[in-house]
């Protein structure tokens, strides 16, 4: 870390024997995951309303009660965290519209990435793209983000064109969801 006026305030060697805690392929997918949050998910504003157009990846934070919001973004080469709270967790928004972490954290990160961008040095000192996804694990991230197994979302489902398979017995989901049918299109007397 350095003052404005080029002081080093802090610098950590690294000098320790390092052990690895992930293996690489579990490193890789998550780190395509936080990326995915970067350019579809709650991360997405940082391209389309600040324009920052740099490979990042990313994760969003809120608390309860949104009495904190945070928002971390890396790189191969740089990490920035950022933090927005009360020292008292009485003081905090009603909503997550004022509240979240990608409404008052994730604009702290952008307009410092901003800087940075605009800055031919810094992008290549800060900047790095992500490795490529192996052969064996491109397309892994290829599916709905978020899915309820519910009966609801069964039904639903009735209506696509393309049937959505599931892990359990779909037997036991099929008579379900013909069951719900009768319940509902069944004839008075």
């Known amino acids: 870390m350095t003052l404005t006026d080029g002081e080093i305030i802090y610098q950590n ?9 992930l293996t690489e392929r579990t490193s890789l997918l998550l ?16 391209n389309s309303v600040f324009g920052v157009t740099t490979p990042l990846a990313g994760k969003t934070g809120t608390s309860q009660n949104y009495a904190d919001a945070w928002f971390a973004a890396f790189n ?26 990608s409404t008052l954290a994730l604009p702290l990160v ?8 605009s800055d031919p040095e810094l992008m ?17 991230l290829d ?15 009735l209506f696509k064109k393309e049937k959505i398979i599931f892990e359990e017995d779909s037997v036991k989901a099929d008579q379900k969801i013909k069951s719900f049918l009768k319940r509902i299109f069944r004839k008075r007397d």
């Open 143 to 157: 599916c709905p983000d978020f899915r309820e197994n519910n009966l609801f979302d069964r039904f639903l489902d």
């Open 13 to 21: 060697d690294f000098n320790e024997v390092r052990t690895r805690v």
């Open 76 to 101: 191969q080469k740089m990490t920035i965290v950022t933090r927005v709270g009360a020292s008292s967790p009485v003081i905090h928004f009603n909503s997550g519209s004022y509240g979240s972490g």
């Open 31 to 46: 780190s395509a995951i936080l990326q995915k949050t970067i350019r579809e998910g709650t991360g997405v504003s940082l």
């Open 110 to 117: 952008a307009l410092t990435l901003k800087q940075i961008q």
């Open 124 to 140: 290549e000192q800060l900047i790095a793209p992500f490795p490529d996804l192996p052969p064996d694990l491109d397309g892994t």
